[in-house]
């Protein structure tokens, strides 16, 4: 019985460590930026007038924090746009009656960030914008 009871305290501290490790670190400010910016971007090519609005506001935002040149940017832009030229789109399957089947705009452009040709613009553009985060 102690055997077990030891057994399961020390699966208890394993778990927390490892929720610990996951959830209390912050993200570092380029990666957000560079994220954000690229969901930013994705929001303004929405049909919904809102939603551009948002985009146009985040991405705004990010530009006018200055960390960088605009320039830089750019790939994260063309990426976005290409994968939105692919039109895919998040759908939610709703169970009402009649069921239905809805486009997820956000969740779709919370998501394109994880699209392997905007991942990897994301990395290129944060391997540039590194050293002015530094400041």
Request: charged content about 20%; overall charge positive; hydrophobic content about 45%.
């Amino acid at each position: 019985m102690r055997v077990f009871l030891l057994l399961l305290l020390g699966l208890s501290v394993i778990g927390r460590a490892a929720q610990a490790h996951t959830i209390g670190a912050p993200r570092p400010a380029v990666l957000r930026d560079v994220e954000g910016y690229a969901i930013a971007v994705c929001l303004v090519h929405q049909a919904e007038p809102y939603l551009k609005d948002q985009g146009y506001a985040w991405g705004g935002a990010i530009i006018q924090r200055g960390k960088a040149p605009i320039e830089v940017l750019t790939p994260i832009e063309d990426a976005v746009k290409h994968e939105i030229a692919k039109g895919y789109m998040a759908i939610i399957h709703v169970d009402t009656n009649p069921p239905e089947d809805k486009a997820a705009p956000i969740l779709y452009c919370g998501e394109i960030i994880d699209t392997p040709s905007v991942r990897a613009a994301i990395q290129k553009t944060i391997s540039k914008l590194k050293p002015f985060y530094r400041q």
